[in-house]
């Protein structure tokens, strides 16, 4: 069975949606993590490969193109492939469809690194030869990561400590609770008037347990709906983002 496209359904309940009766930013990321988790057990690369070297996956960046965000009491699917893998990155891709209709809403671009868990560095990804077979160069109708740089100025900050439930299997915060410290900073009223329409997050350092983290924010030029923000603890950056937003 040819293994280089992997399809992950699921149905979203009023559980897990919003306010506004879609699926949050950072439910739908999680559904993108562990669509690429599946993934890359269905290929042999997964958890229990990468322990047998001492290492884990671990989410570098990401950016997510959505036309239609979705919405409650619907079915939908993910597709995924890996794109392309070296020996520090593999970027695998993403297709959000309506699985009743088959319409495209969305499209992912993620790039993923391995880390040795005893060091906390990179560890080669060319090892993962079940991974690097699998690549395969399909098309892909969203835009692929810019560059995120450091705030120069804020708008504005909030700060958070790092609970028990922010933590994950390799001792760090997750990415859904930076998404959902990030998405936190505008009011419910903002949301009630606007939609994401694509988001970029990059990582760059790992926080933990009990730290303070500090969110800091600025809005782009002319009121055009695009803010970068940044996530740090004890002064060094965690990571950096943009997000998009246009009027419903």
């Known amino acids: 069975?040819?293994?280089?496209?992997?399809?992950?359904?699921?149905?979203?309940?009023?559980?897990?949606?919003?306010?506004?009766?879609?699926?949050?930013?950072?439910?739908?990321v999680t559904l993108i993590i562990d669509t690429a988790?599946?993934?890359?057990?269905?290929?042999?690369?997964g958890y229990a490969r990468m322990m047998r070297d001492n290492t884990s996956w671990v989410l570098s960046r990401l950016s997510?193109?959505?036309?239609?965000?979705?919405?409650?009491?619907?079915?939908?699917?993910?597709?995924?492939?890996?794109?392309?893998?070296?020996r520090l990155y593999s970027d695998r891709l993403f297709e959000l469809q309506d699985a009743v209709t088959d319409e495209t809403i969305g499209w992912a671009h993620t790039t993923w690194m391995a880390i040795d868990m005893?060091?906390?560095?990179?560890?080669?990804?060319?090892?993962?030869?079940?991974i690097a077979d699998a690549a395969v160069?399909?098309?892909?109708?969203?835009?692929?990561?810019?560059?995120?740089?450091?705030?120069?100025?804020a708008d504005g900050e909030d700060k958070y400590v790092f609970k028990v439930s922010d933590i994950d299997v390799n001792r760090h915060v997750t990415t859904r609770r930076y998404i959902d410290i990030?998405?936190?900073?505008?009011?419910?009223?903002?949301?009630?008037?606007?939609?994401?329409?694509?988001?970029?997050?990059?990582f760059k350092h790992e926080a933990r347990y009990g730290q303070e983290g500090l969110t800091?924010?600025?809005?782009?030029?002319?009121?055009?709906?695009?803010?970068d923000t940044e996530t740090s603890v004890e002064g060094t950056v965690c990571n950096l983002s943009k997000i998009h937003f246009i009027k419903r």
């Open 64 to 86: 997510i193109d959505i036309l239609r965000m979705p919405s409650v009491n619907h079915q939908y699917r993910l597709l995924t492939w890996v794109d392309s893998l070296n």
């Open 1 to 28: 069975m040819d293994m280089k496209l992997y399809t992950n359904e699921f149905y979203l309940t009023a559980a897990e949606v919003n306010a506004q009766c879609e699926m949050p930013l950072s439910r739908l």
């Open 137 to 153: 160069r399909w098309e892909f109708g969203g835009g692929k990561s810019g560059r995120l740089l450091p705030l120069k100025e």
């Open 118 to 130: 005893d060091s906390r560095r990179p560890a080669d990804l060319t090892r993962i030869t079940e």
């Open 37 to 45: 988790t599946g993934h890359a057990n269905a290929l042999g690369g």
């Open 216 to 227: 800091r924010w600025h809005s782009g030029p002319d009121g055009d709906g695009v803010f």
């Open 182 to 202: 990030i998405t936190d900073i505008f009011p419910l009223g903002h949301y009630e008037h606007n939609r994401i329409s694509r988001f970029e997050i990059a």
